[in-house]
């Protein structure tokens, strides 16, 4: 059975360059607003969506002329970037050598999308990497495993049945924190996984290690991992 290990951009400064911890790029927003693509990528990464088959049919046909950023004070070029602001869904920007590496671990590319992005003083192509999205609708609650963290101080695990009764819970003010997900098997297959329920990415572990063998730089293994099981 293909195991999955969900990954974050390092936080490291000693491999990224700057304290802040948490990216490494800025993109420039006066830049943004006068981009010939500005309207679209608006419309699509920046406007709140419901329906995440209709978002991931947008997000993975969007094209865009590269999009200018910067540097954060200190930063450093690494493979795999954090970066501000949020685009809905995308989580890095990566380089040109780890969307080789990609490519060459044979991901499709109708799983994914990226966005040209041109960081100033950078002598490389890099990319902001949009990732096909699993909604929470296919997600089997009865055998997921959720945390109700809504009180920090007595958090306890919520009996879910459904997609539904996830809903109205979030709809009354429970916070849920999965520790383990159910998924259709069909997606162990698969060697990314982008879950609406998560904000960081599921790495196949043959990927990651083939990544570590190409010298990718700038992810981490999250050390608080959410269990992810297929039916």
Known sequence: MLAF?????????????????????????????????????????????????????????VTCQPIQARLSKKSVITDLMGFSPYFLGCSFIISQKF???????????DQFNVLPINIRGADISMYILYVSMIPLELIDFRES????????????????ESYQEFRNGQESGVFFEFQKICIPEKFQRESILNLQAESNLFFSEELVRFLLTKDISGFEILKRQTELIFN
Not at 18 to 28: C, F, I, L, P
Not at 99 to 109: A, M, S, T, W
Not at 145 to 160: F, M, W
């Open 99 to 109: 969307l080789e590496c990609l490519r060459e671990f044979g991901v499709n590319d």
């Open 5 to 61: 290990l969900q990954i974050k951009n390092s936080s490291n400064p000693q491999i990224i360059g700057t304290t802040n911890g948490v990216y490494q790029v800025e993109v420039d927003q006066s830049a943004l607003l006068e981009h010939e693509n500005y309207n679209e990528i608006d419309r699509v990464f920046f406007s709140p969506f419901k329906d995440v088959v209709q978002f991931n049919n947008l997000a993975l046909k």
């Open 145 to 160: 495993l959720l945390i109700d963290a809504s009180n920090p101080y007595s958090k306890g695990v919520a009996t879910i």
